[in-house]
């Protein structure tokens, strides 16, 4: 029995991408007159049917999502490799899947003040319909991208100078409260921030705005910050500092699981037993925080679950584009392992 044609059989016949054929089998006015008769043209001739997930999406602009997510321009990881938004990836890779719709895939490369410095060809060469962005801090580029593409854009874990997209955000002020609120119920009173700097990503500054909520709510005035560079080696190298100068340190919190490893490792190398002499909280719930000894305790973030919910206002933006600009909140929950226990006494 004959299989069915694919879009990418489609596109590959035709001589465009995926998201340019995608776009002009559904219609959309961003594809020329000659790119759209060639792809119908080779469409009838394969017998290629449109699926019903996208028949069902005709009166939407939406077949093709754009996901970029953020990369350091100095590392070398590649972007969607990261433990944080891999999962995120997977959300919006789901919701796409269920909806009908094509996903292209991308990194955004930006500075160490997580603004971007280059933009991916699928904007500049008009590949998407739609825009989700991971992990980035925003400023007039990107409103000019948007005013220039007329694209509905949702960030994902980002923030922008203004309020012209829908967002979806960590609940970090309170995440980072609750990590401080178990600390305290354990009975540490002198706590310290590891994983922050006036530059860091806002998450990061919601956080240490949630240790310091936290603080305040237990009556302990006392600060114990070590600004750091926002990865492990920085982490590591804070928390020497910390413990040096503030040897009467009893936990620290870190702003995520990366860092915490980083904390764990320069406390044993200080001789502190981890948790016996100094407990650890992370953020973020890697998949890492379960397997490394002892099992990190930490504030878990619903990524996959942010993902999903990305796609579905990018879909209500494209259906409804005059609608109130929205921010969803997901809530964190705290998971209790092996790294926190009483102060030694």
Known sequence: MATSPTLREVAERAGVSIGTASQALNGRPNVSAETRARVLTVASTLGYQTREPRARLAETPVSVVGLLTKHDQNQDEPPLANAFYSHIQAGVEQACRRAGLSLMLGGLEVDRRNRPVLWPAMLEEQRVDALLLAGAFLEGSLVQIRQRLSLPVVLIDSYASSQLFDSVVTDNVEGGRTAVAHLVELGHRT?????????????????????????????????????????????????????????????????????????????????????????????????????????LTTIHVHKSWMGIIAVRLLLERAQSPDQPRTTTTVATTLVVRETTCPPPR
């Open 191 to 295: 706590i310290g921030l590891v994983g922050w700097n006036e530059d860091a990503h806002p998450s990061f500054q919601g956080r240490r705005e949630g240790y310091q909520r936290g603080l305040r709510e237990a009556g302990l005035s006392a600060q114990y910050v070590e600004a750091s560079e926002v990865n492990r080696p920085g982490a590591y190298e804070a928390t020497r500092r910390l413990l040096q100068r503030a040897p009467a340190v009893t936990a620290i919190f870190a702003c995520n699981d990366e860092m915490a490893i980083g904390v764990m490792r320069a406390a044993q190398e200080l001789g502190r037993r981890v948790p016996q002499d100094l407990s650890v909280v992370g953020f973020d719930n890697i998949d890492l925080a379960r397997e490394i000894q002892p099992a």
